[in-house]
Structures are given as structure tokens and as C-alpha cells.
């Protein structure tokens, strides 16, 4: 889902803002061992730039395009473990979650 959307240009270009949301209830599992991760139910929200530039008078007319998230997304996710046979798995997990889809986004 995507809104609001804010539209702007500039001399060289245009940026399109929109906040987004995406919600998928699809299950990943990981398994080492004794132990095993299920992480489903993962939804992500934040605001997203699209920048094209430079504008050219040309058949294809955008020389560039870039996306990135303007903040860091907040992102939620039910994780489904055994945590009684590793302490803290829950928060490592959750926090590579978050650290690896911001990195890739921002």
C-alpha cells in the first residue's frame, strides 16, 4: 500500500515521496541442529523517496533513478522459536531483521 504521495521538482529532476506499507503473512524457517527459527507475519512501514534525475530532452527522458527510504522503516514480525534452549534468540533475530532491511533500504 502506498500513501500519501508528494510530488516535487527541481532544476535537475523530480523526487516522489510516498509512505508505504507492506504487510506479508508468508513464514520463513531456519533450522541448525536442535534449533529452529520460525520468522511470519512480517509487515513494514516507512516513507520512500524516488528520485529522477537528471530530466532529459531525449525518447527515454529520465537519465537516472534512485530509491531509498527516507528513515529508518519500523518493521514487525512474530518470531516463532525455541527459545528455552538459547537465551536472547528472539532479540538477535529481531535485531538482524531490522539492521539488515535497514541497511538495505536507507
Known amino acids: 500500500r502506498f500513501g500519501p504521495v508528494r510530488v516535487s521538482r527541481s532544476d535537475h529532476g523530480l523526487e516522489i515521496n510516498a509512505g508505504f506499507s507492506f504487510e506479508g ?3 520463513l524457517e ?3 541442529g536442535v534449533a ?3 520468522v511470519c507475519n512480517i509487515t513494514v512501514q516507512g516513507s520512500l523517496r524516488l528520485g529522477l534525475q537528471p530530466l532529459l530532452e531525449s525518447l527515454n527522458p529520465v537519465g537516472g533513478v534512485s530509491v531509498t ?3 529508518r522503516p519500523m518493521i ?3 518470531i516463532k522459536t525455541g527459545t528455552e534452549l538459547i537465551p536472547n534468540l528472539y532479540n538477535f533475530v529481531r535485531d538482524t531483521v531490522d539492521d539488515v532491511i535497514a541497511d538495505l533500504t536507507v
Open 25 to 27: 503473512n508468508g513464514m
Open 30 to 32: 531456519f533450522s541448525a
Open 36 to 38: 529452529s527459527v520460525q
Open 69 to 71: 527510504c527516507l528513515e
Open 76 to 78: 514487525d514480525l512474530t
